[in-house]
């Protein structure tokens, strides 16, 4: 998968998902943070599945019907916590991250807002 990590992931997580064969693009290690709106319309113009630690996005793909190519939001897991669970989710929720699916994480609890829910794919 094409995946773009935000810059409040922890930088650590692009080894190992390099390891598991996705095309991983950190934005930390650009020059500067181009913001949210950026980020994410470089996500989907690219088919990069989004994973952010940031609930602003939700608000850009839900309220404000901005299109993107999937997001992983990773709600209060510890760095060393965050390459697994991405691994395990793209795993088990890819076909639904790459319809354009949103999915939440967080300790003990996934929730995933499926692509009809979103604009771009309804």
């Known amino acids: ?28 290690d650009w020059p500067t943070d181009p913001g949210d709106y ?3 319309s470089m996500a989907h113009q690219e088919g990069r599945i989004l994973i952010t630690l940031d609930k602003d996005f939700g608000e850009l793909a839900v309220v404000r019907e901005q299109a993107h190519a999937g997001i992983i939001r990773l709600v209060v897991l510890p760095a060393s916590q965050q390459a697994p669970t991405c691994l395990m989710v793209m795993n088990r929720y890819g076909t639904e991250l790459q319809s354009g699916a949103i999915v939440t994480v967080e300790p003990g609890r996934v929730r995933v807002r499926p692509a009809a829910s979103n604009p771009e794919f309804s």
Do not use: F, Y
């Open 38 to 40: 950026e980020i994410l």
């Open 1 to 28: 998968m094409k995946i773009l990590l935000d810059t409040c992931v922890w930088g650590g997580v692009v080894d190992p998902l390099k390891a598991a064969g996705h095309d991983v693009i950190w934005a930390g």
